[in-house]
């Protein structure tokens, strides 16, 4: 009717057009429901597979086979416990994407200038050659270290994603210290656990408190609302949610915290000072699991609610609420996501959220207890995938989220070794993804730089390559994937041809590492020898299992789950007081900063500084139809997304004379942008929210939004702050 409605407004022409676009989509909806009614006759293929993106929830779906290389619908697996039958929109539409008339067929090299976007098509053996010849000759005139090997998240199958590094480390190219998106919270959560794993995530359906802090699981991981929702049905359970904005979980919450960004720890704190002065504190707990429970509670003596109000913005009757509420329900499941780690304080934030589940006990009862990541509880042997038996720790490492500075010559990055002058990248679009954007643009651009980029669409990196080699999607190979924010390990079987001429990660490895004299037994075999010989070292079983039961269920049991046994320290105690430059995760790199942050759980006041010239901060909150740059190049994602824009508090808009809907520009001492505006009440005053990534080519120049995002390391051990930007703002 709105449709209808709005046709009358326009000239006729334009109402024409509309009646026969009416007519069209009526044709295709009928078509659409006489071939489901067919296929529910017919009985249409399922494959089983995992959802390869980057994402904790790891869904188990299953998916039509229409035959002619084609696939229906997608789904979650009812059978698998986690998953329940659920998945998000972008992935039920991957047909969509699957089948996208613009993805990459063939190889391609570059034949204008540098960021010109004028390719020829040639041949996978002219293509891998060049590659190659540009390896070794960087090799030749700079040493190993000249190159490069650059990936990410594109995809999580341990195969496709990790076997990059088996051709690095048999060559000794340049380490990576993979900082962009998890180190800041799996640091911080670990530094009190000891180990990256909790209590079962479907244990939330069990729960009487669900609090969802620093994430926003209606956008980024819809199976969190699925267990959480089922407790608020079965058991009356309240939801918590607590963010920077108000968006789609906070609207499901029965108690909404909208703090300012980056005083999480402040938050933390207060509640902790609460529940140590109206006795909800769990002492005999404490003194078993924990290390210094009244060195905390003295610290915490003038962390009042008084004194976190004033830091987040929260009253005190909100502070006060929701510490009662803890503290009044034993069963408190509290779910910590990734979005407040990315803060310069993030990994303190992190701790400190964490702490609470042991002041109470919370950790004592099913449905108790706070919940990150599930990664250390795979025990993985990758050994085979990555060729860890020929990495030389001597070689020097450059952290991934400064691929700007790194690219253009910072002494802080390259040190005494060679500049990078071949990079080689899978999974990953820097050029849109990567914070300080102009100057990783300006990097791309040095004419002594070879770029090969094997991708899916030609991204803004692909555009910038001399080569561009065309990849598959999950569905055209065989992989692995583990789940984060569940307990799976899935097999993604190979259930479709590539179109075109497109090669796995894998094939494009092997075929290097022949032309560039790499060694190791990983070349030798197939991505399911890896993943048969990855399986049974790391004590799962073989891949035929695996493949006959579809996934494994690596729960550990309650006790173990819920550190009832000890935690992961070797005195079995829970750390309020961490040793910063000692917290055992894997992502661990010494940049000389872990020596910064306090010792006890507390807001870090380190954070980009709104001020005169600045006075806005600005978050770039994950989009629900975007994951990352994923799904940019979908007509629905991109319908349902809209062009970028800037939520903004009315009375900020106000005061800088500015009307809702106007256009803007933004920046700081990194770059600035143009952007549209919109007039948003769910935020505080001072606060800027641009739910991201859209495309490059969506803003004006394409200049993205990461061109504002710092590329800064954040103590302990870095890691990408991605949150935490100071801003100006102008009327355009």
């Not at 590094?165 to 993979?178: C, Q, T």
């Not at 610290?299 to 929260?314: D, K, M, N, Q, V």
């Not at 952290?399 to 999974?427: A, E, H, K």
Request: aromatic share 10%; hydrophobic share 40%; glycine share 8%.
């Amino acid at each position: 009717h709105k449709l209808v409605f709005a046709a009358r407004l326009v000239r006729f022409p334009a109402r024409i057009a509309f009646i026969r676009w009416r007519k069209q989509v009526a044709f295709q909806v009928r078509a659409l429901r006489f071939s489901a009614e067919r296929n529910m006759d017919a009985k249409v293929p399922i494959g089983y597979t995992a959802c390869p993106h980057d994402c904790p929830s790891t869904c188990a779906l299953e998916v039509e086979l229409l035959g002619n290389g084609r696939i229906g619908r997608v789904r979650g697996s009812k059978e698998n416990t986690y998953t329940a039958g659920v998945i998000c929109s972008k992935v039920a539409r991957y047909a969509e994407r699957v089948h996208h008339p613009d993805r990459l067929l063939y190889p391609l090299r570059r034949m204008g200038p540098k960021g010109s976007r004028e390719f020829e098509r040639i041949s996978w053996e002219d293509a891998l050659d060049i590659t190659a010849e540009a390896m070794l000759a960087a090799e030749h005139k700079y040493g190993s270290e000249a190159v490069w090997p650059y990936y990410y998240a594109g995809t999580m199958g341990l195969v496709m994603r990790d076997g990059i590094n088996r051709l690095r480390h048999a060559k000794r190219y340049s380490d990576m210290f993979a900082s962009i998106c998890t180190t800041l919270a799996w640091t911080g959560f670990v530094a009190g656990t000891g180990k990256l794993a909790g209590p079962d995530p479907r244990e939330m359906a069990k729960s009487d408190l669900i609090v969802i802090w620093g994430t926003n699981p209606v956008n980024t991981q819809v199976n969190v609302m699925t267990h959480a929702i089922r407790a608020r049905k079965e058991r009356g359970a309240k939801i918590v949610a607590i963010d920077i904005y108000r968006n789609g979980t906070m609207e499901q919450a029965d108690l909404a915290l909208c703090l300012r960004p980056g005083t999480d720890g402040a938050l933390a704190c207060s509640v902790m000072h609460v529940l140590f002065r109206d006795g909800y504190a769990n002492w005999p707990y404490m003194e078993r699991y924990t290390d210094c429970p009244r060195e905390l509670e003295a610290h915490l003596r003038t962390r009042t609610p008084e004194w976190a109000s004033a830091i987040t913005g929260l009253s005190v009757e909100e502070i006060e609420t929701f510490a009662r509420m803890i503290g009044m329900t034993p069963r408190t499941y509290l779910r910590l996501g990734y979005g407040f780690s990315r803060q310069r304080n993030g990994a303190v934030n992190m701790h400190a959220a964490a702490c609470i589940a042991s002041v109470t006990g919370a950790w004592l009862h099913e449905g108790g207890g706070a919940f990150h990541n599930n990664g250390a509880i795979f025990h993985w042997d990758k050994t085979m995938i990555e060729g860890l038996d020929v990495r030389d720790p001597s070689v020097r490492v450059l952290d991934m989220s400064r691929i700007g500075p790194v690219l253009t010559g910072d002494p802080y990055d390259i040190g005494d070794g060679p500049p990078v002058t071949v990079l080689f990248i899978q999974n990953m679009n820097p050029v849109q993804v990567a914070p300080e954007q102009r100057l990783v643009k300006k990097g791309f651009m040095r004419e002594d730089l070879f770029v090969c980029v094997h991708e899916q669409f030609m991204t803004p990196t692909a555009q910038m390559a001399d080569i561009v080699l065309p990849a598959t999607m999950f569905l055209e190979h065989d992989d692995i994937y583990q789940a984060g924010g569940q307990q799976s390990i899935l097999f993604g079987p190979k259930l479709l041809e590539p179109p075109g001429e497109c090669r796995s990660n894998h094939d494009v490895i092997v075929e290097l590492a022949k032309r560039v004299g790499a060694k190791h037994p990983g070349f030798e075999m197939t991505p399911r020898e890896l993943i048969d010989w990855t399986l049974r070292k790391s004590g799962w079983g073989t891949l035929e299992e695996l493949e006959a039961k579809k996934w494994i269920d690596c729960q550990p049991d309650f006790e173990t789950s819920h550190f009832l046994n000890g935690f992961g320290y070797p005195d079995g105690k829970f750390r309020f007081r961490p040793n910063w430059a000692e917290v055992p995760v894997g992502r661990r790199h010494d940049w000389g900063l872990a020596h910064l942050p306090p010792s006890l759980p507390d807001h870090w006041d380190v954070n980009e500084k709104a001020d005169e010239k600045h006075p806005f901060k600005l978050a770039t909150s994950p989009a629900r139809s975007y994951l990352n740059s994923s799904f940019n190049e979908m007509p629905s994602s991109r319908a349902r997304e809209g062009r970028p824009r800037a939520k903004i508090h009315p009375d900020d808009l106000a005061a800088l004379g500015i009307s809702d809907g106007a256009r803007i520009r933004m920046g700081n001492e990194r770059g600035e942008i143009a952007i549209h505006v919109e007039a948003f009440s769910g935020v505080q005053r001072g606060v800027v929210i641009v739910e991201s990534i859209a495309p490059n080519s969506d803003f004006e120049g394409e200049e993205g939004i990461n061109t504002l995002t710092s590329a800064i390391q954040a103590a302990p051990y870095g890691g990408a702050a991605f949150h935490d930007n100071h801003v100006w703002i102008k009327p355009a």
